[in-house]
């Protein structure tokens, strides 16, 4: 599996961005696919999955309302909304697909992108 993440940037607090997180190399449809977060000097934490099927989605409490999290099956890309963004929000987000329904246990997930940089000022 090949992922690539993208849609990083450098914003204001308040501000929107949308993550994007490109995969190949096996069948889209078996994974689930999370985001991650990695804030300098912090472990990397859950922000967001998504299961098999649409139907599924989870959020970190400190995102619930303001992330939003997709899939498009017939682009094998899935996206992270990020609406009112807030500098606790800055950091390192990375997308993961894991072999499972669904997960938010990063220990889950096998396959890694390379992240993309997230960053807010006040």
């Known amino acids: 599996v090949q992922l690539q993440a993208s849609g990083g940037g450098s914003v204001q607090a308040g501000d929107s961005l949308t993550l994007t997180c490109s995969f190949s190399?096996?069948?889209?449809?078996?994974?689930?696919m999370g985001w991650f977060r990695q804030a300098p000097g912090l472990e990397r934490e859950f922000v967001a999955a998504?299961?098999?099927?649409?139907?599924?989605?989870g959020y970190a409490d400190s995102v619930e309302g303001q992330f939003t999290v997709s899939r498009d099956r017939a682009k094998n890309t899935v996206y992270l909304q990020m609406n009112n963004l807030k500098p606790e929000d800055t950091g390192v987000y990375y997308c993961?697909?894991?072999?499972?329904?669904?997960?938010?246990?990063?220990?889950?997930?096998?396959?890694w992108g390379q992240g993309t940089l997230v960053t807010v000022s006040s």
């Open positions: 998504i299961g098999r099927n649409t139907g599924i989605s």
């Open positions: 993961a697909a894991t072999n499972s329904i669904y997960s938010r246990d990063r220990h889950m997930y096998d396959d």
């Open positions: 190399g096996r069948d889209f449809s078996i994974y689930g």
